[in-house]
């Protein structure tokens, strides 16, 4: 079993910064490639970013590209969402995920532990 937890969500204006965590425990969380996504109200989570067992390779999703970065910290079994440049499109929950497959999907069916989500708000 995995355990994801993220945090550092909260409400900030447009244009700000906020940066996510999540961590993880229960597995060798090294192995693993991890994803964020992120679920406006009454719509399915879209793809955010992911990134590769040793963060060395990432992809993101168009619309964030260029103002958001994914980072992990495998010593300290932590991955960190950077989100620069905020627009109230952004508002949204952020979830964390952890896939066992060697995948940087952009399919929420890829992933098999997810976290609580933490919210963002970003405001006008």
């Known amino acids: 079993q995995v355990q994801l937890v993220e945090s550092g969500g909260g409400l900030v204006q447009a244009g700000g910064s906020l940066r996510l965590s999540c961590a993880a425990s229960?597995?060798?969380?090294?192995?693993?490639?991890m994803a964020w996504f992120r679920q406006f109200p009454g719509k399915e989570r879209e793809f955010v970013a992911a990134?590769?067992?040793?963060?060395?390779?990432?992809t993101y999703a168009d619309s964030v590209k260029g103002r958001f970065t994914f980072s992990r910290d495998n010593s300290k079994n932590t991955v960190y969402l950077q989100m620069n440049s905020l627009k109230p499109e952004d508002t949204a929950v952020y979830y964390c995920?952890?896939?066992?497959?060697?995948?940087?999907?952009?399919?929420?069916?890829?992933?098999?532990?997810w976290g609580q989500g933490t919210q963002v708000t970003v405001s006008s």
């Open positions: 995920a952890l896939t066992t497959r060697a995948t940087m999907s952009r399919s929420l069916w890829q992933y098999d532990y």
């Open positions: 990134v590769n067992w040793s963060g060395g390779t990432t």
């Open positions: 229960g597995r060798t969380f090294s192995r693993y490639y």
